[in-house]
């Protein structure tokens, strides 16, 4: 439906609104976090909702990608420390083991879209991933350096963040759909 000016300005309010209100609650965030703030991921998320054409069904298999994102970047991290890999240089500024392990970890990232995987959410979510591992609030969350926890800590962060954004994401679509609905009576 082709909104007018005035009708628009309502679904931007709302809008505006609903962006006000996830500010205010990412300043709760944190403490379900390890301290970590990362509500673009949240923000993120919203957008990912309406790229992958506004149902739950597909909120949720953009869930289900950025999870799969995040167990890719584990696979990366992990693959770099692996014989064969870790000793590979650097060379004038080129990461060689990491792109080794990028090259080993994309095939089957690619190939998961014949089981339905939504392969551009996994390379968000991986994305994502390597923000949320390199944040400060991580390190202070685990200052002993434990890989398995800091690995744990991310993840969790990131898939609350994106179930976040992604509900917001389905209660735009909502009440949108409830105001256009009421437009046409």
Not at 12 to 28: D, E, F, M, P
Not at 50 to 62: D, M, P, Q, S, Y
Not at 64 to 87: E, N, Q, R
């Amino acid at each position: 439906m082709s909104l007018s000016h005035k009708q628009l300005f309502v679904v931007s309010c709302g809008l505006a609104l609903q962006a006000a209100i996830l500010v205010l609650i990412n300043g709760k965030m944190p403490a379900i976090t390890h301290g970590m703030d990362m509500m673009w991921i949240a923000f993120q998320a919203w957008a990912v909702y309406f790229i992958v054409g506004c149902t739950a069904a597909n909120g949720l298999k953009a869930w289900i990608g950025y999870l799969t994102g995040i167990v890719a970047s584990i696979a990366i991290i992990k693959l770099m420390g692996m014989p064969g890999i870790v000793g590979l240089p650097t060379v004038g500024g080129m990461n060689l083991a990491m792109a080794a392990a990028v090259f080993i970890v994309v095939i089957p990232a690619i190939m998961s879209e014949n089981v339905k995987n939504m392969v551009p959410a996994l390379f968000i979510g991986s994305g994502a991933f390597f923000a949320s591992f390199g944040h400060s609030a991580l390190a202070a969350a685990v200052p002993s350096g434990d890989l398995m926890t800091r690995f744990a800590y991310a993840a969790q962060t990131e898939l609350i963040y994106c179930a976040l954004g992604l509900s917001f994401g389905f209660i735009t679509v909502f009440w949108r759909g409830k105001y256009e609905a009421s437009l046409a009576k």
